[in-house]
């Protein structure tokens, strides 16, 4: 059955989404071949130190899809079913998401196929800086600058620039984002994913005359990218009905406050578990249990999907009944299922587009660290609502225009532009 562990034909899936834009762009045969494959893909073993003395050795891939417009930028991914096929279909959005929020960047994207929740916090210290010493050196600020992902964040990143430093006898903070403040990273980028997503939902609630309160949203996922967005979208008055995560969801037609679901998660508890009082929190009287999977087809006006890739696929998109999908993780919606979606007229704010705020804030990172300054939140947050505000408004008003949907709008922004890179770096036929 597709799901979250089936990577076979993952990037075929994925690349299948530029034919259409090839020819309504009229691309030019050299760009195309340019475009079909990774620039470059490192698979590297990462030997770890047990706790216990002994030594496993994890696979790790680093791989750079295109840096026509940039160096190679996007995330590290620590997960049990992370292959090559998924890291290199990660590293394609990134190249497609940076373009389409004119960042001066190309693609990339890591990982480790390691369960982290089995590993001590010293084990996880140690994979992460044997998985820099294996790919160090096709890192840097102008080759290509990993940042956090699924199971990875800013004490993660920590770790990995101080690894990065050792080995380059330097301080280098922009050869990696979304670290912690403290080693130059940027205020705002833990929770620039959830917040870039709702300046896209916004704006498209605004253009479809809908107020927040009047929209009713369920969220698959209760990490980093959902929880924030949860936060967020909750204060602005969307009343979030739903959320799951990896073992089980909990709904409430009242709506439900992330910020006590936060606060007894990370006492450890699962999602499932929150039905049932403590002694701090109690969210019980109006929530339901659900099982995992129920909340995808639940009748809500937005489905949010922030967890991992293949999530609405054909054995399940029929059973879908939100009236319209926002795309927080990578990939969430397979093209089969995109094309159902899109017959029966169900919009999608795509991935390349409404998970852009992670990525925006890491370039604000790299400025920063660039230049030697330091940023205000308040700064941070004003210059990421003005880029996702400006690009989106470009993807939305064009996919009007061209009667297209708006993930073939916004691929069809990133890829014009990395097409026109391409052809004025010279080397094709047709580089006028
Ligand atoms: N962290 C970031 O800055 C960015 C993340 N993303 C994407 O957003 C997605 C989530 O990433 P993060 O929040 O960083 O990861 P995370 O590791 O913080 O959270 C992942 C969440 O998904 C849940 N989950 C896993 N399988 C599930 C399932 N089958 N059903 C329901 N929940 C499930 C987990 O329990 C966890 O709550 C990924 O696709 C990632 O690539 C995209 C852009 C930036
Ligand atoms: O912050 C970054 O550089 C990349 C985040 C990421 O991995 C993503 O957008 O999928």
Not at 184 to 202: E, I, K, M, P, Y
Not at 374 to 399: F, G
């Amino acid at each position: 059955m597709p799901g979250q562990t089936d990577h076979a034909n993952l990037f075929d899936d994925a690349r299948s989404r530029l034919e259409a834009v090839f020819e309504a762009l009229d691309v030019a045969a050299d760009a195309r071949e340019r475009l079909m494959q990774p620039n470059l893909s490192l698979q590297v073993s990462v030997p770890v130190r047990m706790d216990d003395g002994s030594l496993k050795v994890f696979p790790g891939w680093r791989v750079q899809y295109n840096d026509t417009l940039g160096p190679a930028k996007g995330g590290i991914r620590f997960h049990p079913d992370v292959t090559q096929e998924e890291v290199t279909t990660l590293s394609f959005w990134m190249a497609v998401k940076c373009a389409v929020v004119d960042l001066p960047y190309g693609g990339g994207k890591g990982g480790v196929q390691v369960d982290p929740k089995s590993l001590s916090r010293l084990e996880l210290e140690r994979l992460a800086r044997s998985y820099v010493r294996a790919i160090a050196d096709v890192m840097g600020p102008d080759r290509d600058i990993p940042a956090p992902d699924v199971n990875t964040n800013a004490t993660i990143m920590g770790w990995m620039a101080d690894e990065f430093d050792h080995l380059a006898r330097a301080k280098v903070p922009a050869a990696i984002t979304g670290k912690p403040p403290a080693l130059g990273g940027s205020l705002g980028r833990v929770a620039a994913t959830g917040r870039g997503a709702l300046h896209v939902l916004d704006l498209w609630a605004a253009r479809e005359e809908r107020r927040p309160e009047d929209i009713r949203v369920a969220i698959q996922g209760f990490g980093n990218a959902a929880y924030h967005f949860a936060r967020l979208a909750h204060a602005r008055g969307y009343r979030i009905v739903a959320v799951s995560d990896s073992k089980g969801a909990i709904y409430s037609e009242e709506g439900l406050d992330p910020d006590p679901i936060m606060a007894q998660k990370r006492r450890n508890q699962r999602l499932h578990d929150m039905v049932y009082c403590d002694d701090s929190v109690c969210i019980a009287e109006h929530v339901e249990k659900l099982e995992r999977d129920d909340l995808l087809t639940l009748e809500v006006d937005v489905l949010t999907l922030a967890a991992l890739e293949n999530q609405i696929h054909d054995d399940n998109v029929d059973l879908v009944r939100a009236r319209a999908l926002l795309e927080i993780a990578n990939g969430p919606v397979t093209s089969a299922a995109d094309a159902r979606l899109e017959k029966r007229g169900v919009p999608v704010l795509p991935d390349v587009l409404a998970n852009t705020g992670g990525v925006i804030v890491s370039y604000y990172e790299w400025v920063q660290n660039r230049t030697g300054e330091r940023w205000a939140e308040e700064e941070v947050n004003a210059r990421l609502a003005e880029r996702i505000e400006r690009q989106s408004r470009l993807v939305l008003e064009r996919a009007e225009r061209e009667s297209v949907s708006y993930r073939q709008a916004a691929y069809r922004q990133g890829i014009e532009r990395i097409v026109d890179g391409i052809l004025k770096r010279g080397n094709c036929q047709d580089s006028d």
